[in-house]
RNA sequence: GCGCCCGUAGCUCAAUUGGAUAGAGCAUCGGCCUUCGAAGCCGAGGGUUGCAGGUUCGAGUCCUGCCGGGCGCGCCA
């Protein structure tokens, strides 16, 4: 029989306890291999997982079921087997058969009294882990168009991102976080053209603003500093702008096109580049310094115009083409998307030889993928899910395994005032901005509610919740709680005791109130919700677990005095509640939210 | 019409990716402050997981068909 081997031993560091108990049950399965009772070629994969009740003890596994299967043994008797091989443990109270075949683990106080010690040691590296290897990580995403101030949505983006960067960072990753400016095409064009037109207005010039145009206030602010810095140089008479014959009536579209030309044509290249310039930095600008207050930062910023200059885009569908991939119609050229199970192929070169945004996403991934990293993930807005096929598409065609690039969707988020359900139109300019939520609920809330939920959710953002300072608000409830640990600590002080650290560390079997122990098995979890958090991208986990954690202390708080006289007793609670305290702030922290030491 | 996502307590959402008796928070009702912060704690009620089939030891989760909602379906980005 083939000796099955583990990865570690148990005289090694102690770990996760699902790990430890993953350990003893692969020398049970060992055993009864090799002794011929079973016959496996190989390890089955030994899941461990935390009992939803406590009837059925800490962890449960339900290994038993899936070997039983292979086998063809009953599951109980196959259980019960295992159970009897598995060697002694201190951990271990008992280890019961349940249920179809079920392993529940009760583990003893001391198992979760381990953990104390740990977190005490790793501080803010409790929770942290290696899976990630170092490999190299991109994570693209808020990315907006800048072409006008970010909004709601791009705020959950921009959350959630930044919290699934921060859980990859914590297990191991290299993570690189990148913002992909779209600086290149057609919008930039309207953004130019819509600003000089304000510009106009504020010469004098009476000229009706286009509808396709950008209508928001901050195109006024850019004008007016146009102005300031150009003063009339840049002036151009009604009549020269409105010459061109097509009327906002007819075709916005066309109207707004020959606008541009209108203005390309006045200004020439070089005037008509730095009014361009001027609108795309004063809005990066304010988008970067909007994301900053938020939280959220970027390794690097990506133009688009970059892959246009350096010909990436060219190469790009030049080796699509070279792949098989391109052919001509209707004076374009297009990928084969459909080869790839897309809907319907798509254009890259169109007809007046310009190349589409898809050409240069296609160049831009491409270089994602040349630049080294081996894990790609996007965070898109649901809108975007059509744009999925054809990307993967792409990189198949171009000999790439699609699925090194994970695509996340961000559901949208409706705004409610209470009951009352807030208009968000992006036309005319009149949506709720990040900043202005940043300003009315604060950075804090706004960062939690943002990943309370699933990102394939729907979100309703509730303004009047989030702004609440009570227990309705997650967000206090669990500052609340680190805050709480904080003021017992300064009245420690006040009482003129010290915290004599290693005391609590000797007598922390004196931790073994039922509120004790429910408060030591949640942080034991947390290490746990961190993996699974990050492996999912899932940052909402973080968020529920946080919340459970805080009314275990909570509880604990209500049900018994920290500060008392017994020095061996206190210090041990202390350990235990210092402990809380770091455990809290490492998780807000991944979500990029404060732990304030009095609120 | 076609494609993707979603449908779980009155409301907003979880559910260890196929595991045991589907759980939290609001809201409702009832208790707990002379005490380390009541921004807190404890308890109660509330469910045919949209509907109907199927797959298996086992389904909220997987497959099929309906019903309802959201989003896409440009030589825009």
Known sequence: MPTIKTKTSLTEGVGLLRNYLQILLQEAINKINQDGEISLPSLPTIRIER????????????????????????PRQLAQRLVSCLPPSEKVESAVVA????????????????????????????????????????????????TGPLHIGHGRGAAYGASVAALLEAIGYAVHREYYVNDAGRQMDILATSVWLRYLELCGEEIPFPSAGYRGDYIWDIAASLRREESNAYRASREEVMGSGTSDNDDQEAHIDALVGTAKALLGKDRYQIVMNRALAMLLNDIRDDLGHFGVHF???YHERRLVENSAVDLAVRSLDEAGYVYEQ????????????DEKDRVLVRENGQTTYFASDVAYHLGKLERGFQKLIDVWGADHHGYVARLK????????????????????????????????STRSGEFITLRQLRKEVGRDAARFFFIMRKHDQHLDFDLELAKSQSADNPVYYIQYAYARICSVLRQLGEKGYLWDRRQGEQNLHRLCEPHELTLLKSLSRYPEVVESAAVEHAPHQVAFFLRELANDFHAYYNAHTFLVEEDSMR?????????????????????????????
């Open 51 to 74: 009992s939803r009740s406590s009837e059925h003890g800490d962890f449960a596994s339900p290994v038993a079921l899936g070997l039983a299967r292979v086998c063809g043994r009953n």
């Open 99 to 146: 249920g179809a075949g079920f392993i529940n683990f009760f583990m003893t106080a001391r198992a979760f009294q381990g953990e104390i010690p740990e977190i005490l040691a790793q501080g803010n590296r409790y929770g942290c882990a290696t899976i990630g290897e170092g490999r190299p990580v991109q994570i693209e995403f808020v990315s907006a168009n800048p």
């Open 299 to 301: 390794d690097h910023w």
């Open 330 to 341: 209707d004076g374009a050229r297009w990928f084969r998307s459909t080869a790839f199970g």
């Open 393 to 424: 598409a792409a990189l198949q065609a171009l000999g790439k395994d699609p699925s090194s690039l994970a695509i996340l969707l961000v559901q949208f988020v409706s705004l409610f005032r209470g009951k009352e359900r807030l208009p968000m």
């Open 571 to 599: 210090n041990a609670r202390l350990a235990l509640i210092i402990a809380t305290r770091q455990v809290v702030r490492n998780g807000l922290d991944l979500l990029g939210v404060s732990a304030p030491d009095t609120m």
